[in-house]
């Protein structure tokens, strides 16, 4: 099921005339909304990215967490922008931590979910990225190959979430916190009977891997 964060920008990349470009130019896209992008001053202010939409029109701020590297930081901007203008989520301040910007299908609520979905598609065009992937392995070797400079300039943990996404492979990536499993993305091709949610907490526990499993340090 698409959410309405993909559709959206989806319709945002065709009017700006972004269908075929790779590496977008967001300080460009938010000065063109009257959005200035500006770093907190406090080095720890209780979320990762905020945006404060202007009350009286168009326009206002988004607010970064400092210390965030370039791919990383083009999400959360990103994802701030989803919020900006998907019009159910307009005129509300938002303040997203570290797991609105994870959040998936059934983990982390729909709007963040979808605020994503947004930022992944505006970020990492479907069928650009699927074109570019299918030429790799789905791994993480092909994950850092993607995020580079050169690429999309994401961060690896959106590159590698990215490719699971598009792939028309069956596989799944799976995120672990001390034994608990914080979020997990899944290809459309996934085959479902397998459990994966039990299985993570096998594998940080010691578990037997299945193949084609790795880790990467997101």
Same mark, same amino acid.
Request: charged share 25%; glycine share 8%; proline share 6%.
């Given at each position: 099921?698409?959410?309405?964060?993909?559709?959206?920008?989806?319709?945002?990349?065709?009017?700006?005339?972004?269908?075929?470009?790779?590496?977008?130019?967001?300080?460009?896209?938010?000065?063109?909304?009257?959005?200035?992008?500006?770093?907190?001053?406090?080095?720890?202010?209780?979320?990762?990215?905020?945006?404060?939409?202007?009350?009286?029109?168009?326009?206002?701020?988004? %607010?970064?967490?400092?210390?965030?590297?370039?791919?990383?930081?083009?999400?959360?901007?990103?994802?701030?922008?989803?919020?900006?203008?998907?019009?159910?989520?307009?005129?509300?301040?938002?303040?997203?931590?570290?797991?609105?910007?994870?959040?998936?299908?059934? %983990?982390?609520?729909?709007?963040?979910?979808?605020?994503?979905?947004?930022?992944?598609?505006?970020?990492?065009?479907?069928?650009?990225?699927?074109?570019?992937?299918?030429?790799?392995?789905? #791994?993480?070797?092909?994950?850092?190959?993607?995020?580079?400079?050169?690429?999309?300039?994401?961060?690896?943990?959106?590159?590698?979430?990215?490719?699971?996404?598009?792939?028309?492979?069956?596989?799944?990536?799976?995120?672990?916190?001390?034994? #608990? !499993?914080?979020?997990?993305?899944?290809?459309?091709?996934?085959?479902?009977?397998?459990?994966?949610?039990?299985?993570?907490?096998?594998?940080?526990?010691?578990?037997?891997?299945?193949?084609? !499993?790795?880790?990467?340090?997101?």
């Amino acid at each position: 099921m698409n959410s309405e964060g993909l559709r959206f920008a989806r319709r945002f990349r065709q009017a700006l005339e972004l269908r075929d470009v790779r590496q977008c130019d967001l300080t460009e896209i938010a000065a063109a909304d009257g959005i200035e992008v500006i770093d907190f001053d406090d080095p720890d202010p209780g979320c990762t990215a905020c945006l404060l939409p202007n009350p009286h029109g168009d326009g206002g701020a988004i %607010f970064l967490k400092p210390g965030q590297n370039t791919g990383r930081r083009r999400f959360s901007i990103a994802h701030e922008l989803a919020h900006y203008h998907i019009p159910t989520h307009r005129r509300r301040d938002r303040r997203c931590k570290e797991s609105s910007l994870q959040a998936t299908r059934g %983990f982390g609520g729909e709007v963040e979910w979808e605020a994503n979905s947004f930022a992944a598609e505006l970020l990492m065009p479907a069928k650009l990225f699927r074109a570019d992937a299918r030429e790799l392995d789905v #791994s993480f070797e092909a994950a850092y190959q993607l995020m580079s400079p050169d690429g999309y300039s994401v961060s690896a943990t959106a590159a590698a979430r990215r490719i699971v996404q598009v792939s028309e492979e069956s596989c799944a990536l799976v995120a672990t916190r001390n034994g #608990s !499993v914080e979020w997990q993305e899944r290809s459309n091709f996934y085959y479902h009977g397998y459990p994966w949610t039990a299985y993570s907490r096998r594998y940080v526990g010691g578990g037997r891997d299945p193949p084609r !499993v790795g880790q990467c340090p997101l």
